[in-house]
């Protein structure tokens, strides 16, 4: 999905923009959101935590089965008696204008310190009023975050724009996805660089979160030069300003066949969608 028309997109996401005319909501409830999931882990086991947070319609992703409901793949775990074997926190968060979705990410530890990652979650508030998640991913972290669980987690700014429709936006976001996906094929640090926000943060090959301009382009550079992605959904926000992509990947490094998935936050701006968080991660060998 995407490339060439990378300047129609601008232009045709700005045609269906308006200004923002409400005061833009607080982060404040995808963040308790995620710290109450962090919570429920440490007192039932990983496999409730995750049931009793995950959306009806949520999912989980593989690289070769695809996108699965998350309730029923999650059934399928097996039962065991490990509460508290994980511990995440939030670092980084967002909402969108309508104040329904929003994303965390954030660092994980496993047992005693046995494995480090970095988690990237999608939310959606409820018919009810709570807030379970839509996608939840991870990427392997070289050691524990140098930002612990006291962090304040940083927010993303208010979308400049709105959308005036949820059909256009996604139509909008949809083409700037293709976009990518073309131009990632041949020059993935082109595809990337050209749509990341100033203050965005890649995940998933490196050993931390690059965050900022100046970060994120060292590491694409190290990225391999072509990645070949398959888009399998997402969605936006009633206020056309906040969306979600996710997909499976392949690419080639060190002269091996890698396949893995991706998830990413974007914002509608003056001048199209940007990407506010990004993670491309290898399945575990």
């Given at each position: 999905?995407?490339?060439?028309?990378?300047?129609?997109?601008?232009?045709?996401?700005?045609?269906?923009a308006v200004q923002a005319s409400t005061p833009h909501p607080s982060a404040d409830p995808v963040i308790?959101?995620?710290?109450?999931?962090?919570?429920?882990?440490?007192?039932?086991?990983?496999?409730?935590?995750?049931?009793?947070?995950?959306?009806?319609?949520g999912v989980l992703v593989d690289s070769e089965r695809g996108a699965e409901n998350a309730l029923r793949t999650i059934a399928g775990w097996p039962d065991r008696a490990n509460a508290g074997y994980i511990k995440w926190w939030p670092l980084y968060a967002g909402i969108a204008s309508s104040g329904e979705l929003g994303f965390t990410t954030g660092a994980a530890t496993y047992g005693d310190n046995e494995r480090f990652t970095h988690y990237f979650t999608v939310w959606k508030k409820q018919p009810d009023g709570s807030w379970k998640w839509l996608i939840d991913m991870g990427s392997p972290a070289d050691t524990v975050s140098p930002f612990g669980p006291e962090t304040t987690p940083q927010v993303a700014p208010p979308a400049p724009v709105r959308g005036r429709y949820p059909e256009s936006a996604w139509r909008t976001l949809d083409e700037t996805e293709t976009a990518l996906v073309d131009e990632?094929?041949?020059?993935?640090?082109?595809?990337?660089?050209r749509r990341l926000a100033p203050e965005g943060r890649i995940m998933g090959m490196e050993g931390q979160p690059s965050v900022g301009r100046a970060a994120w382009s060292r590491a694409l550079a190290a990225r391999p030069k072509s990645v070949s992605m398959k888009p399998l959904g997402g969605g936006v926000s009633k206020s056309g300003d906040f969306g979600w992509t996710y997909g499976s990947a392949a690419w080639t490094a060190d002269g091996r066949r890698r396949q893995g998935t991706y998830l990413r936050a974007w914002q509608l701006r003056r001048d199209g969608w940007v990407i506010l968080a990004d993670t491309l991660t290898a399945d575990r060998p």
């Amino acid at each position: 999905m995407r490339h060439a028309i990378v300047a129609a997109v601008a232009v045709s996401a700005a045609a269906f923009a308006v200004q923002a005319s409400t005061p833009h909501p607080s982060a404040d409830p995808v963040i308790a959101a995620e710290r109450a999931f962090a919570a429920r882990g440490q007192e039932v086991p990983v496999k409730q935590a995750f049931l009793d947070f995950a959306a009806p319609d949520g999912v989980l992703v593989d690289s070769e089965r695809g996108a699965e409901n998350a309730l029923r793949t999650i059934a399928g775990w097996p039962d065991r008696a490990n509460a508290g074997y994980i511990k995440w926190w939030p670092l980084y968060a967002g909402i969108a204008s309508s104040g329904e979705l929003g994303f965390t990410t954030g660092a994980a530890t496993y047992g005693d310190n046995e494995r480090f990652t970095h988690y990237f979650t999608v939310w959606k508030k409820q018919p009810d009023g709570s807030w379970k998640w839509l996608i939840d991913m991870g990427s392997p972290a070289d050691t524990v975050s140098p930002f612990g669980p006291e962090t304040t987690p940083q927010v993303a700014p208010p979308a400049p724009v709105r959308g005036r429709y949820p059909e256009s936006a996604w139509r909008t976001l949809d083409e700037t996805e293709t976009a990518l996906v073309d131009e990632a094929r041949t020059n993935l640090a082109a595809a990337y660089g050209r749509r990341l926000a100033p203050e965005g943060r890649i995940m998933g090959m490196e050993g931390q979160p690059s965050v900022g301009r100046a970060a994120w382009s060292r590491a694409l550079a190290a990225r391999p030069k072509s990645v070949s992605m398959k888009p399998l959904g997402g969605g936006v926000s009633k206020s056309g300003d906040f969306g979600w992509t996710y997909g499976s990947a392949a690419w080639t490094a060190d002269g091996r066949r890698r396949q893995g998935t991706y998830l990413r936050a974007w914002q509608l701006r003056r001048d199209g969608w940007v990407i506010l968080a990004d993670t491309l991660t290898a399945d575990r060998p």
